[in-house]
């Protein structure tokens, strides 16, 4: 497999454990199609366990697609070092990227895993409670973190910024609509605060977000709201349009953020 391994661009540790690792495969398989990579999966497994035990298996271009991949399930105390094992596995002279498949470490900048990695992501929708998780995140932020909310409002923020393609007026008020415990509601009207200079509103509605609305200067109105994996653009004076807002695949999530590695 001498092939594979002078192809690839990364190694991704995956930390997991055992209720989840076949949700993991299944995004790192569809990642590794973008990216050829060297799949590290660290289940965790019984860490009170006396006994510590490693069960591992090396797939190389089978069932997890074009890609190197250890599935390492790890039992008792091994499983809190789990870096002895997967470090001296690490693909040469490529970025280590470390995403955390469940809830997170407290200081994942400074955890083994992560310390050694240039991007590390983590999922803040694992938590028991997100939007806790995502202020935890912001406080102990390190460069190279992220998290797959702000990856989930990639199209709201595409479909946002393109509306304003053509508008001259300045936007004065806005709103986002989302429930209460959503961290992918928080991070977008942050975004908004931050490239519009407004506070915006937000309005605790359904599962997820459901819609952003906007005030311009010139007393128009201009909305996208979500419909059944369509969004629904509304402009004052023009007519309405129908522009895609799907939900993706966990791994087409995590293939954006292995694209970003500065």
């Not at 994996?229 to 292995?258: I, S, V």
């Amino acid at each position: 497999a001498g092939g594979v391994t002078s192809g690839l661009a990364l190694t991704l540790i995956v930390v997991t454990d055992e209720a989840r690792v076949t949700e993991a495969e299944a995004a790192a398989t569809i990642a590794a199609q973008q990216h050829p990579t060297r799949v590290l999966i660290v289940v965790r497994r019984n860490v009170l366990d006396q006994h510590s035990r490693l069960d591992a298996e090396i797939v190389v271009g089978g069932r997890l697609g074009p890609c190197e991949a250890v599935v390492m399930r790890m039992q008792g105390r091994l499983a809190l070092h789990a870096e002895s094992v997967a470090l001296p596995l690490l693909a040469p002279d490529v970025p280590v990227v470390t995403w955390w498949h469940y809830e997170a470490p407290e200081r994942i900048a400074h955890g083994p895993l992560g310390v050694v990695a240039d991007r590390r992501i983590t999922d803040a929708a694992n938590a028991d409670d997100p939007v806790a998780a995502l202020e935890h995140r912001a406080k102990d932020y390190a460069p190279g973190d992220t998290d797959l909310a702000w990856t989930r409002i990639t199209p709201w923020r595409t479909l946002i910024a393109a509306a304003f393609d053509t508008v001259t007026a300045t936007p004065t008020e806005a709103r986002v609509s989302a429930p209460a415990n959503d961290p992918e509601g928080f991070l977008l009207a942050g975004w908004l605060s931050a490239r519009l200079g407004i506070e915006p509103e937000r309005v605790e509605d359904g599962r997820r977000v459901s819609a952003v609305a906007l005030t311009l200067s010139d007393d128009s109105k201009l909305s996208v709201i979500r419909n059944d994996g369509m969004a629904l653009l509304r402009r004052g004076g023009y007519p309405d349009r129908t522009l895609p807002l799907l939900d993706r695949a966990l791994g087409e999530e995590l293939a954006e953020e292995l694209g970003r590695l500065d």
